[in-house]
């Protein structure tokens, strides 16, 4: 079984992201770096049914620049096998890395894809459904499973994707409830938070990690020409909330709410 | 000119309330670049919806019918959108943003080669928009530079779209789709049956977090609710633990809400929660901790323990109807 992981570099979650004065960008002085949440647990999955099927490989890869190796590096030291870097600098645009990763997965022919349902930066939870269209493979979205993560089943890390008879069988949270699909694999795979609840890296598998495989490519030779046509034209801060107020007691906030608010 | 194809959804023949902001999009869009607005309904029913929306002023509604649609398998859905968006010559595809089009509309953008924005929340131009990045902490203002162009839009930002113009003519499309070829199959479906009002779509939404304790302690949200005629929602962390339904969970990675009123029940306030609700036009919290990042959104803050408070304030609620 030969899985293929996609890793991105992404803002770490707890920061409070800030936009620059001039609308360029966002601030990223001393700013913390991780794996796409949603990525973690893909990895997670992804190690999870390579040792549940005894054998096989987990390939991770990134598209971004050069310090993305460290995500590379945090996914083999979770217990991937091999890295694949896609360098780029400047506008990715989900286009651009769906059509990239075709070309990486159509050199190592994975059984299985998995990718996060988003990345927390953009927030364009596009990638996933982009690259199983570009490939005419079949799509799980938002996968899931009905155990809860402080359930035994998890605790006992189980893979929550079934795969058996050339098929992969995927629970998705959708609106209104969960919906199963079973999916002719080679299929493309998007993680929700509740798949499973990723494993740290140990120290060992961080020592192991560095002796991993890590192949590098570019970009621009991967898919010539191409460029982003999600052009950011300025970044801005949301509208801020004008404070509220405390209310002593419920007698208060019901008086408030009925007669001020007169929302009920 | 710009023409504009919105994919409504309908269940049962009827069209789904959080579609309509996809129409006031395309309302928007249309009025901004001069094009028409289209529609397309796919699925069992769709004709009996498209009667329904036929007074939005769309110059024609396209229905997609029969069993093959019927659990809106994306291999199915692509073809008959593009074939509709082809068939009026769209230059912008969009949908509300719900869970089947966040599964569907990515994949038309690549069969396409179509640039895509997800969860716009406003409308600059026909081929400029809004939308949030890094948890709704950032607006940014995209272009989409290709031809054709699809988005998905915010349900909470856009208000009902007005009605007008003549009554939309529709056209049944023929979209030939080979089971047998298809890579997904679907197996099944659970379903949370709720008799609630959706929280996307409610005028009122009460949340419950990690403050009430269980499964059982967030009944205290449902009667609450209930009091209200409201919707109800949770946190990721308890949606995580299995005490709700995961659907319920509202923020970043989960439903996007902006009713007249939001509660929030023992919620810390996390910015991805914050994402979720922070457009709400009043918010309410109650917590027991006084430096809850919750206080700095909420219009009233009541410092307190839920299970104190909460029934307290069922209680008036109940006197004054
Ligand atoms: C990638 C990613 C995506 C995420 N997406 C989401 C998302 O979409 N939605 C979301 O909600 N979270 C999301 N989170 C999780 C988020 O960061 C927080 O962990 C989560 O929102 C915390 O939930 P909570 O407020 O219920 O729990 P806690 O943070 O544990 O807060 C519980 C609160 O209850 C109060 N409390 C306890 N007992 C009582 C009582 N008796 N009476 C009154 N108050 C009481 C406490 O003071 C506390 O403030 C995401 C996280 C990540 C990393
Ligand atoms: N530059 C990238 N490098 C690695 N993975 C990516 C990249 N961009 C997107 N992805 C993958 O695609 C998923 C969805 O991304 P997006 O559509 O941008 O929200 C992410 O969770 C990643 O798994």
């Known amino acids: 079984m030969k899985i293929l992981v996609t890793v991105k570099r992404v803002e770490d979650y707890e920061v409070k992201i800030k936009v620059k004065p001039d609308g360029s960008g966002i601030v990223t002085d001393q700013m913390k770096y991780v794996v796409n949440p949603f990525d973690e647990i893909a990895v997670e999955e992804a190690l999870r049914v390579r040792d549940a099927a005894g054998s096989g490989e987990v390939v991770v890869t990134t598209i971004g620049v050069a310090d993305a190796q460290q995500q590379l590096r945090t996914a083999l030291a979770m217990g991937a096998d091999r890295g694949v870097h896609v360098l780029a600098d400047g506008n990715v645009d989900p286009m651009m890395a769906a059509k990239a990763f075709k070309k990486v997965i159509e050199a190592e022919k994975p059984d299985l894809v998995i990718l996060g349902k988003q990345a927390i930066d953009d927030d364009q939870g596009q990638v996933g459904a982009m690259l199983a269209e570009l490939l005419g493979w079949g799509q799980g979205t938002f996968a899931s499973k009905e155990d809860s993560l402080e359930s035994d089943a998890e605790k006992s890390k189980q893979p929550a994707l079934k795969i058996a008879n050339g098929r992969c069988e995927v629970v998705r949270e959708v609106d209104g409830g969960l919906e199963t699909l079973s999916l002719a694999m080679p299929c493309i795979v998007t993680t929700e938070l509740r798949l499973n609840l990723p494993r740290y890296a140990s120290l060992p598998g961080i020592m192991k990690a560095k002796k991993k495989p890590l192949q590098e490519m570019k970009l621009a030779e991967l898919v010539p020409g191409a460029e982003a046509r999600v052009k950011v034209v300025k970044l801005e801060p949301p509208k801020e909330r004008k404070a509220g107020i405390k209310v002593p007691d419920v007698a208060t906030l019901f008086d408030k709410l009925h007669n001020e608010a007169k929302v009920i | ?321």
């Open chain 2, 1 to 321: 000119m710009s023409n504009v194809l919105i994919i409504v959804e309908q269940a049962g023949g009827k069209p789904k309330k959080a579609t309509l902001a996809g129409i006031t999009f395309g309302q928007q869009v249309a009025q901004k670049s001069g094009g028409q607005v289209h529609f397309l309904i796919i699925g069992p029913g769709a004709s009996a919806a498209a009667s329904e929306v036929a007074g939005y002023g769309a110059a024609k509604t396209y229905v997609v019918e029969g069993a093959a649609f019927e659990n809106y398998l994306v291999e199915a859905c692509t073809p008959a959108v593009v074939t509709a968006a082809k068939a009026c010559n769209a230059s912008i595809v969009a949908g509300a943003a719900t869970s089947t089009t966040k599964d569907l509309l990515p994949r038309v953008a690549a069969r396409l080669d179509a640039a895509m924005a997800s969860d716009v929340t406003a409308v600059v131009d026909a081929k400029t928009f809004k939308r949030p990045m890094w948890a709704g902490n950032v607006t940014a203002t995209v272009e989409l530079t290709s031809n054709i162009k699809v988005c998905s839009v915010r349900v909470a930002e856009f208000d009902a779209p007005a009605k007008g113009g003549a009554t939309t003519a529709t056209e049944k499309l023929d979209i030939a789709v080979d089971a047998g070829a298809m890579k997904a199959k679907f197996v099944g479906r659970k379903e949370v049956k709720s008799t609630r009002p959706d929280a996307t779509t409610a005028d009122i939404v009460v949340s419950g977090g990690r403050g009430v304790k269980s499964a059982e302690g967030f009944k205290i949200v449902e009667q609450l609710a209930d009091s209200l005629g409201a919707g109800i929602g949770a946190s990721r962390a308890i949606c995580d633990a299995g005490w709700v339904p995961n659907d319920l969970q509202i923020g970043q990675t989960g439903k996007i809400v902006a009713p007249n009123l939001y509660i929030a029940l023992g919620i810390s306030g996390a910015i991805q929660h914050l994402a979720g609700m922070k457009s709400s036009k009043t918010i309410v919290a109650i917590n027991k901790d006084p430096e809850a990042p919750i206080f700095t959104v909420a219009d009233y803050g009541l410092v307190g323990d839920i299970t104190v408070e909460v029934p307290q304030l069922i209680e008036k609620i109940k006197q004054s109807r």
